[in-house]
């Protein structure tokens, strides 16, 4: 199939409407088509199904673009390409021909409905339990956080399975299911553009072939698919939130100039450097996060170590290069609006994603210390 767009256009349309997106705080509606219409929407479905079967090193690569030109589109997309590959990976292939053509082409979005009120960052402790109704079963409760929620036509939710003993389950809902609504407003100091409200399911029918990958299946698509998707796929959109600061900063210095000596700021040997080491801290966070996909990729033995690993650092750098790239900026850059305020606003939501640093911390100390991962 012909594309109406390259991914390189694509990136153009994002990056222009960036600062419209953060400021009216509205859903990236235009960023996500321009994705769509450069042919990545499928990114992480096969390609029997009109995907492009990209890998986890690809995916984050395309990714940590996109956080570059807007990180509110890169969370949006991120949340679609994590949810369609958990349906992808476990779905039965009459559930994949239904569902995924549709996902690749971007005539549908997807996004995850895991986090409830009271599972915070432990979102794969689902407490949702469907109920038995009519030969089938009902969904009754409150998922919280969900990106792209109202906006989004298919939601992957989680909730512990049908028969007690048989753990968690995955149901693909759409928007216009009777009983499904949307509640609450996204004010998040960053990622404006996210609308990661409640999800209330009143009663919601779900048939069997709703479930993905059938009874029991969720543990399994939460730890193999979605935590390894989703945690690279934050880091990667944390190191491109941390280009972006760089740039914006050297862009500030190469631009102005000390109306008393007429020398630019990108002239003064000790700016130099303090560029140089947000531009080293950039790198180390990028090359952390490609080794850890490739290591996922691979199926590594310490594959998991290193996920968990490229999430805390990419965000931590995120966090410390946005401050610093906003010093650089001077009193422009902390006004409302300027490039690098928002990307400091941005760069600071990362770290306390589920799972937070704080939990991802944990266990990495409990595996290197041969504990379980779980206390």
């Known amino acids: 199939m012909d594309w109406p767009m390259t991914l390189q256009e694509a990136l153009t349309v994002i990056a222009a409407q960036a600062e419209e997106v953060d400021r009216a705080r509205v859903w990236p509606r235009r960023g996500l088509q321009a994705l769509a219409d450069a042919g990545v929407a499928g990114l992480t479905l096969p390609e029997a199904v009109g995907g492009q079967g990209a890998s986890l090193p690809t995916m984050v690569e395309v990714l940590e673009q ?8 890169a969370m949006c997309y991120l949340m679609h390409l994590v949810a369609v590959a958990s ?18 082409t971007g005539r549908r979005w997807a996004t995850l409905a895991f986090s409830e009120p009271g599972t915070g960052a432990h979102f794969y402790r689902a407490e949702m339990q469907p109920e038995a109704a009519d030969g089938g079963w009902v969904l009754q409760g409150t998922k919280s956080f969900v990106t792209s929620g109202a906006f989004a036509d298919d939601y ?9 003993s048989s753990g968690l389950d995955v149901w693909v809902v759409p928007r216009t299911a009777p009983g499904v609504s949307f509640g609450g407003e996204w004010t998040g100091i960053g990622m404006a553009g996210n609308a990661s409200v409640e999800m209330r399911l009143d009663r919601v029918p779900v048939r069997p072939d ?6 029991g299946a969720g543990e399994g698509i939460v730890f193999e698919v979605v935590a390894p998707y989703f945690l690279l796929g934050v880091a990667a959109v944390n190191v491109g939130i941390a280009k972006a ?7 500030h210095m190469q631009g102005r100039q000390h109306s008393h000596t007429h020398q630019a700021l990108a002239e003064y040997p000790t700016l130099q450097t303090a560029v140089a080491e947000l531009d080293v801290a950039v790198r180390s966070g990028q090359a952390v996060v490609r080794e850890a996909a490739q290591r996922a990729a691979s199926g590594a033995e310490d594959a998991l170590l290193w996920v968990m690993a490229a999430k805390v650092h990419a965000t931590d750098t995120a966090a410390r290069v946005s401050d610093a790239a906003l010093g650089l900026g001077g ?19 990362g770290r306390i994603m589920a799972p937070t640093n704080a939990t991802l911390l944990e266990w990495i100390g409990r595996t290197r210390l041969g504990l379980p991962l779980f206390a």
Request: hydrophobic share 45%; proline share 4%; charged share 25%.
């Open 66 to 73: 996109v956080g570059a030109a807007c990180a509110s589109t």
């Open 87 to 104: 349906v992808a990976a476990k779905a039965s292939e009459a559930q994949v021909r239904d569902w995924a053509p549709s996902w690749a």
């Open 156 to 164: 992957v939710v989680l909730t512990r399975s049908a028969n007690p």
């Open 210 to 215: 709703q479930r993905v990958g059938g009874e």
């Open 245 to 251: 600061a760089v740039e914006a900063a050297r862009a």
């Open 331 to 349: 009193g422009r850059a902390y006004a409302r609006r300027s490039p690098l305020e928002r990307h400091w606003r941005d760069g600071h939501a």
